[in-house]
């Protein structure tokens, strides 16, 4: 018995170690395994990563260039209005100044007629103030005779109804 309390624990010892290397063995390479697929799956995220991150550049690329021809189009519509209402206005002033020229020709003949108006007033207040001069005149003159007549009469009418002289 002596032999065999030596030769089993060395046999459970030698199958103990046995099945400990076979047991590290497998949980070093599930520890490979799970790390060789941590690693699959982290180079796939990075390669989904790395992909979303170029299509997002793209699309983002695309986008700015989308705005861009946007902005150049809205820029171009607004530089397009632009010229349309700078030529309106110039229309409009055109039209504007062709009136202003109207008028001022307008205005000098009514400024001319107004002149040979006023000078044609002034001789005919001139005639009038003449002709009222003249009748106040002729009526000056008539009373004058009228009071000439009263005095001749009356010293004619004194003369007549005086006692004559005797001679």
Not at 110 to 128: M, N
């Amino acid at each position: 018995m002596s032999k065999l309390y030596i030769i089993a624990p060395c046999v459970l010892l030698l199958g103990f170690s046995a099945f400990e290397r076979v047991a590290h063995r497998q949980h070093d390479a599930r520890i490979e395994r799970r790390a060789a697929e941590r690693l699959a799956g982290e180079s796939a995220a990075a390669e989904r990563h790395a992909a979303l991150k170029a299509q997002a550049e793209i699309e983002a690329r695309e986008r700015t260039l989308a705005r861009q021809e946007q902005e150049r189009a809205r820029e171009a519509a607004r530089l397009r209005e632009h010229e349309a209402t700078v030529a309106g206005v110039d229309g409009h002033t055109a039209a504007h100044r062709a009136e202003i020229s109207q008028l001022a020709r307008e205005l000098d003949q009514l400024h001319t007629q107004l002149t040979a108006l006023r000078v044609e007033k002034d001789s005919v207040e001139t005639a009038v103030f003449d002709l009222a001069r003249n009748v106040e005149q002729k009526r000056i003159d008539r009373r004058v005779v009228e009071i000439e007549i009263q005095r001749t009469t009356k010293m004619v009418a004194t003369q007549l109804l005086a006692p004559a002289p005797k001679l």
